[in-house]
């Protein structure tokens, strides 16, 4: 879970190759009674024990909607992550 603000939405989890897991969420900033998107980031987690910790995130700009894949097949692209977002105006 991220609590590093109010408003937290916009998640997206998926599991990868050897226990490693996932996790993508949109932070937005919450002020004057306010959903903020356009001020908030997007933190993408991973965790290499099955989701029992986590690393600090990585932090992007807000993105609607994403969705996260890893390639689990046998070919070159194994273990590639796919993250696919709405794009904003």
Not at 13 to 25: L, R
Not at 58 to 80: C, H, M, Y
């Amino acid at each position: 879970m991220d609590s590093s603000t109010e408003w937290v939405s916009e998640d997206a989890c998926a599991y990868g190759n050897d226990g490693t897991v996932y996790f993508g969420a949109g932070a937005s900033n919450f002020y004057n009674g306010l959903i903020h998107h356009e001020s908030g980031w997007f933190h993408f987690y991973r965790s290499k024990d099955h989701g029992l910790t986590w690393n600090k995130p990585s932090v992007r700009l807000f993105v609607d909607f994403p969705s996260v894949a890893v390639d689990q097949t046998a070919g070159p692209n194994r273990g590639s992550i796919y993250v696919y977002s709405a794009t904003r105006n």
